[in-house]
């Protein structure tokens, strides 16, 4: 019966037929064990044991063969174990053969739904040591490689990524769950755009390659119109080996964007903002030093001073859009910026004293710095 189950499902399924999946020799063990457990239960000589219905799950499932033709091999073989008890039998008549026939198609589904189970369970199983095994090679790909220059190459190969074009890395200030990187993935690829995303617990950081840099630069409206949070961009190169210096590089980018604000910066598009990020501790001191007094007064007050601050710069030092844009009269506006004045030794209009004043105002934007003790 074996040989015969084996020739008929080779004979009537392509996906076994010169696919060279799974072997003949594997294909009559794992015929042989079914028959063997399933003739046996019919027989009443063995108990029901599922054992060769779940080994042949998840053998199908490992070597790729469609679960429909896992369901045929069954079908047949049920087909195959009713014709030897139809050959053997005493005739129409035989009430013995009416009552197998009923047990044998219960046995057959029995036996299908054990195979389908593991079958679905070995593809779980599957997928998520692909998912692991893509997730190490994600985060290989921006680890540094200059001591096996090789390396960078095999894991873009092995990420399906072109090694050749225009190179970006992508850092996301966000809870990765808030990051739809397939939906990024898709929009990009719609560009011509080549992606690979790396999940972290701090955020998400990505890669990017492009077959130009006309192309790379549509990138930031891509982003920006999917995530809402913090995207910092690096610099465009040209080889993968610049990866890992270009993460710290969209790390800088991403820190110099306001906490909680949003937006698409690349590094370099605000150099006194990366200034400030690349030396936090040192701004945060000067930033101490220069709006001390500011910064110790209460919060409502403080914040009264730090935004007529912001919206003066914002505004290009004009009193009058100063106090449009904080719906205040321009008297209130200057009388805020003569405080600012009085407790800091600084004036705006002082060029070298605004500039301290601009530089300190950024610190406290971007990085958090407490108030100093009185």
Same mark, same amino acid.
């Given at each position: ?17 010169? +696919? ?16 063997? +457990? ?111 220059? *090789? ?54 950081? *990505? ?52 906490? *909680? ?54 505004? *290009? ?58």
């Amino acid at each position: 019966m074996t040989v015969e189950l084996v020739r008929r499902i080779i004979a009537t399924d392509p996906s076994y037929a010169g +696919a060279g999946l799974l072997t003949e020799e594997q294909l009559r063990s794992t015929c042989l064990d079914n028959l063997t +457990a399933i003739v046996g239960l019919l027989s009443g000589t063995q108990p029901l044991l599922l054992q060769s219905a779940r080994e042949a799950g998840r053998i199908k499932a490992e070597q790729g063969i469609p679960v429909a033709a896992l369901l045929h091999a069954y079908r047949l073989g049920g087909r195959l174990i009713w014709e030897e008890l139809t050959a053997r039998s005493a005739g129409p008549g035989d009430v013995r053969l009416h009552e197998l026939a009923t047990r044998l198609w219960e046995v057959i589904d029995l036996y299908s739904d054990a195979a389908v189970e593991s079958y679905r369970e070995t593809e779980v199983d599957l997928a998520r040591a692909d998912e692991q095994a893509q997730s190490r090679l994600i985060r290989t790909l921006f680890d540094d490689h200059s001591h096996s220059p *090789g390396r960078i190459l095999d894991v873009l190969r092995g990420l399906g990524l072109p090694d050749g074009g225009t190179f970006t890395v992508v850092t996301v200030d966000a809870q990765p769950a808030a990051v739809p990187t397939p939906t990024l993935s898709g929009a990009l690829r719609t560009l011509g755009i080549r992606s690979a995303w790396d999940v972290r617990i701090d955020g998400v950081v *990505g890669l990017m390659v492009a077959p130009a840099p006309s192309t790379m630069d549509r990138a930031g409206e891509v982003l920006s119109s999917i995530v809402a949070e913090r995207v910092g961009l690096s610099t465009p190169f040209t080889t993968p080996h610049g990866i890992a210096a270009a993460v710290a590089e969209s790390r800088q980018a991403c820190r110099s964007i306001p906490p *909680g604000s949003g937006g698409v910066v690349r590094f370099g598009e605000r150099p006194v903002a990366h200034l400030l990020v690349t030396v936090p501790d040192a701004a945060r001191r000067a930033a101490t030093q220069i709006l001390g007094p500011v910064l110790m007064l209460p919060p409502t007050e403080r914040a009264d001073l730090i935004a007529v601050l912001d919206a003066w710069y914002r505004c *290009g030092g004009s009193a009058a859009a100063v106090a449009e844009t904080l719906h205040c009269h321009r008297n209130t506006v200057r009388y805020r910026l003569r405080k600012i004045r009085d407790l800091t030794g600084r004036d705006t209009t002082d060029p070298r004293q605004s500039a301290e004043l601009y530089l300190a105002l950024g610190a406290i934007t971007l990085l958090e710095t407490p108030a100093p003790q009185a």
